[in-house]
């Protein structure tokens, strides 16, 4: 089972990056894959979900109208694109997989695999 995410980078606030995370060795059709972040000094946090049997997606209230996942499943690949971009929107953000399918940003723990974490900087 892994798991890489990729496509951070250092931006401007408003603008946008297109996070990927690349699966393999996962049952792809009942997983809920999820994307964290933490930033500098702060807890991990909650930022996506979606689940793969239905397309449910979940997000955090701070990025709700700016951030969209999307999955291929097809390719076993999830995205979170992000738009208008903030400052505090920086940190490492990680892809994660619950193979239970609840996909609970909440309660990072039944998220079993998760991936190395790819930084995202927005400047302001």
């Known amino acids: 089972v892994q798991l890489q995410a990729s496509g951070g980078g250092s931006v401007q606030a408003g603008e946008s990056l297109r996070l990927s995370c690349a699966t393999s060795g996962l049952s792809f059709d009942v997983d809920a894959i999820g994307w964290f972040r933490q930033a500098p000094g702060k807890e991990r946090e909650g930022v996506s979900c979606i689940r793969n049997d239905d397309g449910y997606t979940t997000y955090a209230d701070s990025v709700k109208g700016r951030f969209t996942v999307s999955i291929d499943s097809a390719k076993n690949m999830v995205f979170l694109q992000m738009n208008r971009l903030k400052p505090e929107d920086t940190g490492v953000y990680y892809c994660?997989?619950?193979?239970?399918?609840?996909?609970?940003?909440?309660?990072?723990?039944?998220?079993?695999?998760w991936g190395q974490g790819t930084l995202v900087t927005v400047s302001s």
């Open positions: 994660a997989v619950d193979p239970q399918g609840w996909g609970t940003l909440s309660l990072p723990n039944l998220f079993d695999y």
